[in-house]
């Protein structure tokens, strides 16, 4: 997996509109790819997983997109709220491990 | 449901010192695994506890222990401390099973040694 480093990747977007977080994975192996949400002074928050065998799945404002041919991942927000600014990580795992592999974060930050 | 605790939220050790962290799983929760966020290396698997065995292990050196008890609570410990172990040291919790893979984090706890 990616390492975060000093400095994250950083999304800049205003309030209402929808934003794009994207992560890279290198496992093609991995069953399942899971996002998660990582607010200021919290641990990471589960948001929405994908299996691999899947394409697209949705959730509540947000829908989370599987390219397996360029191990592409993404994570679409639609609406972004002020509540949404946090640090995002994807993770990717296989189903027999219970180790996730996280990948680097991107800082959402929402401008009302 | 009550979420994933750890305690203590904030420690301050020196360096040589030992440090003991508890993490109390959700009501149900089997698995128990903690994890080290850095700035510089992000999010790292430390072990993993199920049913009171260690099941996985990361990537770190042996000062780096931990144990879990038969109500599930876990507690991690950090020997002979290193001014790199400052750290938010996460724990999480999960269900058994070999698709549960929906892992609750608990807040952490911050770390700093001097």
């Known amino acids: 997996g990616e390492s975060v480093g000093l400095h994250l990747p950083t999304l800049s977007v205003q309030e209402g509109d929808n934003s794009i977080i994207n992560c890279a994975y290198s496992?093609?192996?991995?069953?399942?790819f899971i996002w998660y949400k990582q607010e200021s002074g919290k641990g990471p928050q589960f948001i929405i997983d994908?299996?691999?065998?899947?394409d697209k799945r949705q959730g509540q404002r947000v829908t989370v997109l599987l390219n397996k041919t360029v191990k592409h991942l993404s994570l679409q927000i639609a609406a972004t709220q002020p509540g949404d600014s946090a640090v995002y990580f994807c993770?990717?795992?296989?189903?027999?491990?219970?180790?996730?592999?996280f990948g680097r974060g991107t800082s959402l930050i929402v401008h009302p | 449901k009550a979420g994933v605790t750890q305690t203590p939220r904030y420690l301050i050790k020196t360096r040589g010192q030992q440090v003991t962290l508890s993490c109390s799983p959700i009501?149900?929760?089997?698995?128990v695994s903690w994890y080290q966020q850095t700035p510089g290396q992000g999010l790292q698997f430390l072990f993993e506890y199920f049913s009171e065995t260690q099941r996985n292990k990361g990537n770190f050196p042996g000062r780096f222990s931990g144990r879990q008890f038969s109500n599930s609570r876990s507690e991690m410990n950090v020997s002979t401390l290193e001014l790199g172990d400052s750290a938010l040291y996460l724990c999480?919790?999960?269900?058994?099973?070999?698709?549960?893979?929906?892992?609750?984090f608990g807040p952490g706890t911050r770390l700093t040694v001097t």
């Open positions: 999480a919790s999960s269900l058994a099973g070999a698709t549960s893979h929906e892992q609750y």
């Open positions: 993770a990717e795992k296989r189903v027999r491990s219970y180790i996730p592999t």
């Open positions: 009501s149900g929760h089997r698995s």
């Open positions: 994908i299996r691999s065998n899947m």
């Open positions: 496992n093609s192996a991995s069953d399942y």
